[in-house]
C-alpha cells in the first residue's frame, strides 16, 4: 500500500487560492489514480473533489468544485497536487488524498480508495 502525506493547507479569505501537496512513498506511485476528498464537518462523511487517471490524462470534478479546482500529478516526484482557486467559505474542510489501483472510470466513492492521507485543513474565512 502506499502511505501518503497532504501539505499545504492554511487559513485563506474568500477569493483566494491554496495549493495542496501529497507525497506518496512506498509504492509505485503511477500505479494509482489518485483523488482528493473533503470533509466539512466531524462526523459527516467525506465528500468527492477530484481525481486524476494514472498518467494524469483524464480528471473528473465534483459540481461544487468544476473550474474553480484543478487536480494534477507529477509521476516523477510522486506528487499530486490540487490548486483551489476562488475560495468559499463553504471549501471550509479537512482535505485528504486517496490512491486506488481499479481500472477506470475514476472512482468517486471513499470506500473505493484503499489508501490514505491523514489530511490538512483548509479555512476559508468570509
Known amino acids: 500500500q502506499v502511505q501518503l502525506v497532504e501539505s499545504g493547507g492554511g487559513l485563506v479569505q474568500a477569493g483566494g487560492s491554496l495549493r495542496l501537496s501529497c507525497a506518496a512513498s512506498?509504492?509505485?506511485?503511477?500505479?494509482?489514480?489518485m483523488g482528493w476528498f473533503r470533509r466539512q464537518a466531524p462526523g459527516k462523511e467525506r465528500e468527492f473533489v477530484a481525481?486524476?487517471?494514472?498518467?494524469?490524462?483524464?480528471?473528473d470534478y465534483s459540481p461544487p468544485v468544476k473550474g474553480r479546482f484543478t487536480i494534477s500529478r507529477d509521476n516523477a516526484k510522486n506528487t499530486v497536487s490540487l490548486q483551489m482557486n476562488s475560495l468559499k467559505p463553504e471549501d471550509t474542510a479537512v482535505y485528504y488524498c486517496?490512491?486506488?489501483?481499479?481500472?477506470?472510470?475514476?472512482?468517486?466513492?471513499?470506500?473505493?480508495?484503499?489508501?490514505w492521507g491523514q489530511g490538512t485543513q483548509v479555512t476559508v474565512s468570509s
Open positions: 486517496a490512491a486506488n489501483s481499479y481500472t477506470l472510470p475514476l472512482r468517486v466513492r471513499p470506500s473505493e480508495y484503499g489508501s
Open positions: 512506498g509504492g509505485i506511485f503511477s500505479w494509482y489514480n
Open positions: 481525481a486524476i487517471t494514472r498518467s494524469g490524462g483524464s480528471t
